[in-house]
């Protein structure tokens, strides 16, 4: 979703560079109550995005709350009040199966008629990639295993090569580490005779 929303900017903007997106998540409480984020030096400059996820609880037949969409015109007062932490906030929501985008930009900023071209080409973005991604399976990038690989042809070649020579379905690997010192020169003598180390390990599995 990310990448969506990124990918039409370069299109729509090519004049800029891609925008830095900040990710927002639950947890952001500040420990020291004197510090301001509203003033943290840079971040009026981003793009805010917040993926609130599904409310399956919301959605239950049996369920005592549900989400009502607020009658427009009847925002609360506070929330024209609110310092805002970036220059786009971009929310997304899952609501009985549907996507839903809230943009919120500011109605004074230069080319209004190119951030709307964006908005728009962020939900056709969406549906392409839906219609694109669905069938196939998911795929590995360098940010997901960092620590064993820097170059997208050693993943490759780790993924359709030796998984496939280890019969371990990639669905099935959590993530790769690096090999230690020592075993990589069990490995190293391995290399020049299979004899000189044999590697017996005995894992126990325990429940939470």
């Known amino acids: 979703m990310v990448a969506a929303l990124a990918y039409p900017f370069t299109a729509v903007f090519p004049d800029r560079k891609t925008p830095a997106i900040f990710n927002e998540v639950h947890g952001r409480e500040v420990s020291d109550g004197t510090i301001d984020l509203t003033r943290t030096v840079g971040w009026f400059t981003k793009i805010l995005f917040n993926y609130q996820g599904l409310y399956q609880q919301l959605e239950r037949k049996d369920s005592l709350f549900k989400n009502l969409l607020i009658p427009e015109g009847c925002e609360p007062a506070l929330a024209a009040s609110c310092l805002r932490f970036a220059i786009f906030d971009v929310s997304l929501v899952i609501e009985q199966g549907c996507a839903k985008i809230t ?41 997901d295993l960092p620590l064993s690989f820097s170059s997208y042809i050693d993943l490759d070649r780790f993924r359709h ?48």
Not at 178 to 206: H, R
């Open 103 to 143: 943009f919120i930009r500011d109605r004074r900023a230069n080319y209004q008629d190119r951030i709307r071209q964006w908005m728009r080409q962020y939900t056709t973005t969406l549906i392409d990639m839906l219609a694109l991604l669905s069938n196939r399976s998911a795929e590995w990038t360098l940010s």
């Open 161 to 208: 090569k030796t998984l496939l020579g280890l019969e371990v379905c990639p669905e099935d690997v959590e993530d790769v580490f690096p090999c230690s010192p020592m075993q990589e020169g069990i490995l190293t003598s391995q290399g020049k005779d299979i004899d000189f180390y044999w590697i017996c390990l005995i894992y126990e599995v325990m429940p939470n």
